[in-house]
């Protein structure tokens, strides 16, 4: 072994080991390939291993603290920052905003029945409804009308019957009914068969408030009813003679051919909610005076006569309930929504099925969607909107207006976000 200097001995291992290491310099300086060309060395376009792409930036937060859940106002009490609530409503949200939806167009609430906030984001944010609508003309129809409602719709004339001939007019005395149906027309048909009227010599007119399902107005109801009544290839064909018109009150000689008695409004309000027939909420809205009675009962309901037990910070603002520009679109907050969904909770003496679909059973607009079973809700969607609201098997009751570019994969996020809710076994704080 050859004799190393005393003063390099410490670092005999460093030289030794870079011995080999300055041979592969050596020869790699002096390596060709056989044709004498030269290796190229590799290029960036080369790498096998891409850059690690740098993280998105955390969504930011209402407390100014990035990290910390986007909801307002739990998240900076210690004693919730560790709340399962948060950390999934912050999943929610991310997922969101990597779809492409924007955060300031998402209203989010989860509840509790006792009126607990567990977590929220655009607390009070008046934001599109959709057919959640439906569920302020319902409690607005409750209230007005009552649960056992019913709605009667009369036929009357004032001529008599000649032979197969009835030679006065026949006419259509409405009663509010929101949902008379052409299924119900070809009932009438059926009944003037029996009475073995066969032809109609006189006009059809019609006295307000009736309307045909899917009509704008009682003339066109009428006019669409006489199509169908004339209509040779129906069963039970009657010749329409003259003309549709309208009337402002009952001739004194008229007396009655008709009666239809409808559905109870509860029965009406299940087929509404469960179906999202528009023409039929756009019907009952009509008998409740429009939009602005709507907006005007809202505000009264939701604003001066608040549910006591809810939280105070839900407790909403005359801001939090509007029409929008067209003076059509509902909007509402969700903390205005917690409130409609606890008075319909109060009118349906604490059972929301009785007008409102359950996931999981029968055949509704809930069919789609992979909500918790058992879960009773209202769903609704514009072009890039999806409304749910509603009351989860575990009691947990929620409020959810979410925007982005894809309904489908809204209907996902929003699904995999109530089973998430559910999913949660911590028991609720108190």
């Known amino acids: 072994m050859p004799l190393i200097p005393q003063g390099l001995r410490p670092h005999r291992r460093l030289l030794w080991a870079g011995i080999p290491l300055a041979g592969a310099l050596a020869l790699g300086a002096c390596w060709s390939n056989p044709t004498g060309a030269e290796v190229e060395s590799p290029t960036l376009t080369q790498n096998p291993f891409p850059p690690i792409p740098t993280?998105?930036?955390?969504?930011?937060?209402?407390?100014?603290?990035?990290?910390?859940?986007?909801?307002?106002?739990?998240?900076?009490?210690?004693?919730?920052?560790?709340?399962?609530?948060?950390s999934v409503l912050s999943g929610f949200l991310q997922g969101l905003a990597a779809q492409g939806g924007a955060l300031s167009q998402q209203g989010i609430l989860l509840w509790t029945p006792e009126g607990e906030l567990l977590a929220e984001h655009g607390l009070d944010r008046p934001l599109p409804v959709g057919a959640l609508d439906q569920l302020a003309i319902s409690l607005m129809a409750l209230e007005t009308w009552g649960y056992e409602r019913r709605f009667e719709t009369r036929f009357y004339t004032t001529g008599h019957l000649l032979g197969h001939r009835l030679t006065g007019d026949l006419i259509l005395v409405?009663?509010?009914?929101?949902?008379?149906?052409?299924?119900?027309?070809?009932?009438?048909?059926?009944?003037?068969?029996?009475?073995?009227?066969?032809?109609?010599?006189?006009?059809?007119?019609?006295?307000?408030?009736?309307?045909?399902?899917?009509?704008?107005?009682?003339?066109?109801?009428?006019?669409?009813?006489?199509?169908?009544?004339?209509?040779?290839?129906?069963?039970?064909?009657?010749?329409?003679?003259?003309?549709?018109s309208t009337l402002t009150a009952l001739p004194a000689d008229a007396h009655?051919?008709?009666?239809?008695?409808?559905?109870?409004?509860?029965?009406?309000?299940?087929?509404?909610?469960?179906?999202?027939?528009?023409?039929?909420?756009?019907?009952?809205?009509?008998?409740?005076?429009?939009?602005?009675?709507?907006?005007?009962?809202l505000r009264q309901r939701l604003v001066a006569q608040p549910i006591s037990r809810l939280d105070s910070q839900m407790a909403p603002a005359e801001q939090d309930i509007r029409l929008g520009q067209r003076g059509r679109a509902l909007y509402l907050s969700p903390r205005a929504l917690a409130h409609l969904w606890e008075h319909l909770v109060d009118f349906t003496d604490g059972d929301p099925t009785r007008i409102l679909p359950r996931a999981g059973t029968g055949h509704s607009t809930l069919r789609a969607r992979t909500l918790p079973p058992g879960t009773a809700a209202q769903v609704g969607s514009a072009a890039?909107?999806?409304?749910?609201?509603?009351?989860?098997?575990?009691?947990?009751?929620?409020?959810?207006?979410?925007?982005?570019?894809?309904?489908?994969?809204?209907r996902q996020q929003q699904d995999q976000f109530l089973q998430d809710v559910v999913a949660i076994s911590e028991p609720l704080r108190r």
């Open 256 to 297: 009655c051919l008709a009666r239809y008695t409808s559905l109870r409004l509860g029965s009406l309000l299940q087929i509404l909610n469960g179906s999202n027939d528009r023409a039929m909420a756009e019907a009952l809205l009509a008998e409740l005076g429009g939009e602005t009675a709507l907006l005007e009962y």
């Open 174 to 244: 409405g009663g509010g009914d929101p949902y008379f149906t052409e299924a119900n027309v070809a009932e009438l048909a059926r009944h003037l068969h029996s009475l073995n009227i066969r032809q109609i010599d006189g006009d059809v007119k019609v006295l307000p408030p009736f309307r045909l399902l899917g009509q704008p107005d009682p003339l066109a109801g009428a006019r669409r009813l006489a199509e169908l009544l004339s209509d040779t290839q129906q069963p039970h064909p009657v010749a329409i003679r003259g003309s549709v």
């Open 384 to 410: 890039d909107r999806l409304m749910t609201m509603g009351q989860l098997p575990n009691g947990i009751h929620f409020v959810l207006l979410n925007q982005g570019p894809d309904l489908g994969i809204l």
């Open 55 to 86: 993280p998105p930036p955390p969504l930011p937060s209402p407390s100014g603290t990035p990290g910390l859940p986007p909801w307002w106002p739990r998240a900076q009490s210690p004693q919730w920052e560790d709340s399962p609530y948060a």
